[in-house]
């Protein structure tokens, strides 16, 4: 009896998870042969080439290249967001923003603008803490902006 219930639970679980609509993510399927990144050389292209290489997509370093994503600013800010009361910080905002554009089929694209924004809690006594709080969300907003690039470059023949 229990054997029956185990395995009816199974062959249930099995059935929920089939019917979600569960799937690995899969490389995007890009029409493009080659392409040249320009305009920057932080973290932000190598997350790009490392993508767009799983895509089987050659880089092409001459410019020369189906598609052309040139960098046109790649900006990074750390404001203040809150004080506390008795003025010390109290939260950051960190902002990183790029804007770029496309060239295909001889054609550029209008430049194009991404932001990425996250907010953190500062306390000063835990400086070691909140320095390496802001570096792990640094490297989380430059790994968004990398993947929305990449879907930018995905949506621009459809």
């Given at each position: 009896m229990?054997?029956?219930n185990?395995?009816i639970?199974?062959?249930?679980?099995?059935?929920?998870?089939?019917?979600?609509g569960?799937?690995?993510?899969?490389?995007?399927?890009?029409d493009?042969q080659?392409?040249?990144?320009?305009?920057?050389?932080?973290?932000?292209?190598k997350?790009?080439h490392?993508?767009?290489?799983f895509?089987?997509?050659?880089?092409?370093?001459?410019g020369?290249?189906e598609l052309?994503i040139?960098?046109?600013?790649?900006?990074?800010a750390?404001?203040i967001?809150s004080?506390?009361?008795?003025?010390?910080?109290?939260?950051?905002?960190?902002v990183?923003?790029?804007?770029?554009?496309?060239?295909?089929?001889?054609?550029?694209?209008?430049?194009?603008?991404?932001?990425?924004?996250?907010?953190?809690?500062?306390?000063?006594?835990?400086y070691?803490?909140?320095?390496?709080?802001?570096?792990?969300?640094?490297d989380?907003?430059?790994?968004?902006?990398?993947?929305?690039?990449?879907?930018?470059i995905n949506?621009l023949?459809?």
């Open positions: 229990r054997k029956n185990f395995l639970f199974c062959i249930s679980l099995l059935l929920v998870l089939n019917s979600c569960f799937q690995l993510r899969k490389p995007i399927d890009l493009y080659s392409y040249a990144l320009t305009g920057d050389s932080s973290g932000l292209s997350l790009v490392k993508q767009l290489s895509s089987d997509i050659k880089e092409n370093k001459d020369n290249a052309v040139e960098i046109l600013n790649n900006n990074f750390k404001r967001l004080l506390a009361g008795n003025g010390q910080v109290g939260e950051f905002e960190l990183q923003t790029i804007e770029y554009r496309f060239k295909t089929n001889g054609q550029w694209t209008e430049p194009r603008r991404l932001e990425a924004i996250r907010e953190y809690t500062y306390d000063p006594t835990l070691n803490a909140a320095a390496a709080e802001e570096s792990y969300l640094k989380s907003m430059i790994e968004q902006l990398s993947r929305s690039l990449v879907t930018e949506n023949g459809k």
